[in-house]
């Protein structure tokens, strides 16, 4: 079975400095995608950022970037410069290549100190 | 077009009552996809829709639970003899064909609450 772990369950960080949240999954196939969202409390889930499995760059978007080691099944997030929007709780999600359905971590709740 | 928009944004029912849920897709997004979210879990996915046909189905969704996409637009979900274990968050999302490299869009979702 898919699965997708999210060890953290809470973080915190204060405002303007970098945090790291972790996600490893577990698959035997070679082409995936994988995801990261953000839901901030009662808003809608959007995603932050993406990275093919098949690409060893790093995806990176604006202060948003990744640690993707697929030896070890690994998809860390890091936030640099933290902002107070960036509060929310961070999901990490994995897709098979040719499958519909989004196989999500158990989500990390990431709290902004000002 | 702003987004997928799903109604009501909450509901409280009685144990045994039905309930149905509506989501209305971004108008060019050809695929639409249900998840429930409980509480301090990620979501799960329930079904996914491509056009009107439902191609996919969770062993979640048990027979209680129906999902619809007349004319491939609007999708409804309906739970019939509600139980307390359906309380939760039901998320619509959708996408076009390439959605699953760039994800999906996600409703706002519909917070169900059993009583």
């Known amino acids: 079975a898919q699965t997708v772990t999210q060890s953290q369950p809470e973080m915190s960080v204060q405002e303007a400095e970098t945090v790291t949240l972790s996600c490893t999954y577990d698959?035997?196939?070679?082409?995936?995608?994988l995801f990261w969202y953000k839901q901030p409390p009662s808003r809608q889930m959007i995603l932050v950022i993406r990275?093919?499995?098949?690409?060893?760059q790093n995806a990176t978007e604006n202060r948003f970037s990744v640690n993707f080691q697929k030896a070890a099944k690994s998809f860390s997030l890091k936030i640099s410069d933290s902002q107070l929007g960036d509060a929310a709780m961070y999901f990490c999600?994995?897709?098979?290549?040719?499958?519909?359905?989004?196989?999500f971590g158990q989500g990390t709740r990431l709290t902004i100190n000002p | 077009d702003t987004g997928v928009s799903q109604n009501p944004r909450h509901k409280i029912t009685k144990r045994g009552q039905n309930v149905t849920f509506r989501c209305d897709p971004i108008?060019?997004?050809?695929?639409l996809y249900w998840y429930r979210q409980t509480l301090g879990q990620g979501p799960e996915f329930l079904t996914y829709?491509?056009?009107?046909?439902?191609?996919?189905k969770s062993r979640l969704l048990s027979d209680r639970f129906s999902a619809e996409r007349p004319k491939g637009s609007f999708s409804t979900l309906e739970i019939q003899r509600t139980e307390q274990g359906d309380s939760a968050m039901y998320l619509c999302?959708?996408?076009?064909?390439?959605?699953?490299?760039?994800?999906?869009?996600f409703g706002s979702g519909t917070r169900l609450t059993v009583v």
């Open positions: 999302a959708s996408s076009t064909g390439t959605g699953g490299v760039y994800g999906y869009t």
């Open positions: 698959t035997s196939e070679s082409d995936y995608y």
């Open positions: 990275q093919e499995a098949y690409k060893q």
């Open positions: 999600a994995y897709r098979l290549q040719g499958a519909q359905k989004l196989v």
């Open positions: 108008s060019e997004h050809n695929r």
């Open positions: 829709f491509q056009n009107e046909a439902q191609l996919e």
